[in-house]
């Protein structure tokens, strides 16, 4: 069973377009969490949910709505596109007492 | 903020060579130190951490020390193989169900 997994990995699509991808996991984590990697592979945070409620969300245009329906999944909705939010983006999981997360393959997303 | 500076790759090596990667950071607590790693197409991997001031990591052949005077947690292995060609990040964070705060990467290619 895969701990963390995304859906989909691949997306490619054009400027302006909406699209969602998706993240669930297994592990009875409290907490999850949206990175961003840019193309020169710098990875940073840019949501955090604990028990379904966001708790930090980092500077981030808000065309980017991530939401939490229940404790195993956490979804980023991004509204219309651009050329600059083409990166992978990866969901991880944490919980209390261990520092150290989880990550899922990643979502590599392609605006064209 | 809490930041991470990590030495720039890429770094090449034969394989069989010692490997150093050097990672230092700046925080206000005492946080809790990592090494990722992301293989080609992969998402990112635990390799190995510390919590607290001497401690090491060890794991694969890699060890790292978590050194407050310098507060430098640098990685190391004895002899290096192609399979560990990766892009390895430096981490921490401050406490659990924290985002983690990323170096930029290196980039280790290995040739045989």
């Known amino acids: ?112 | 903020g809490d930041s991470v500076t990590q030495m720039e790759g890429p770094v090449t090596l034969s394989e069989e060579a010692f490997l150093t990667i050097n990672c230092t950071y700046t925080a206000t607590g005492y946080p809790s130190l990592f090494w990722y790693v992301q293989y080609p197409g992969e998402g990112l991997q635990l390799l190995l951490k510390a919590t607290k001031a001497d401690d090491k990591g060890s794991n694969k052949g890699f060890e790292a020390t978590y050194r407050k005077e310098t507060t430098s947690f640098h990685l190391e292995k004895g002899s290096v193989q192609v399979s560990d060609s990766a892009v390895y990040f430096c981490a921490l964070t401050d406490s659990g169900n924290t985002p983690l705060v990323f170096g930029k990467g290196t980039r280790l290619s290995v040739i045989a």
């Open chain 1, 1 to 112: 069973d895969t701990a963390v997994s995304q859906t989909p990995k691949y997306l490619v699509t054009q400027m302006g377009n909406d699209k969602s991808i998706k993240c669930e996991q297994n592990l009875g984590h409290d907490t999850m969490y949206w990175y961003k990697q840019d193309s020169k592979k710098f990875l940073k945070i840019m949501f955090s949910y604990n028990n379904k409620e966001l708790i930090i969300n980092e500077t981030v245009p808000n065309r980017f709505s991530p939401k939490s329906p229940d404790k195993a999944h956490l979804n980023l909705h991004i509204n219309s596109l651009e050329l600059g939010d083409s990166a992978v983006y990866f969901c991880a999981t944490g919980t209390s007492g261990l520092d150290e997360q989880f990550f899922g393959p990643g979502t590599r997303l392609t605006v064209l």
